[in-house]
């Protein structure tokens, strides 16, 4: 099964940036019925957390006004090698993804 979360760290002069991929289909759901008769519940990320070596540096409420396996970006100072970012996001369902990566050298 693929990881929801895909994370990615690059180097730029003094700084890390962390790039979030969150595989998420971001329904917002319909007012009115389909075909089938029963409206399409939405189903959405509502909360992310990132964390660097277990201290919370981000924490966010998200919405369903997002897209489709929505992307975030950030950039840190302070960074050393062996650190751990950890993200955790959970969806308006309950349902919780994390994924963690450590910075190279």
Known sequence: MTDPITLKLRQKDDRTEIEIQVLHP??????????????????????????????TLVEGQLSASLSKNPKFGFSFSGIKAGDKFAVYCTDNKGEEFKSEIIAQS
């Open 26 to 55: 971001m329904e917002p759901g319909d007012a009115l019925p389909q075909k089938s008769g029963s409206p399409r519940l939405p189903l959405f990320l509502q909360s992310m957390v990132i964390q660097l070596n277990g201290k």
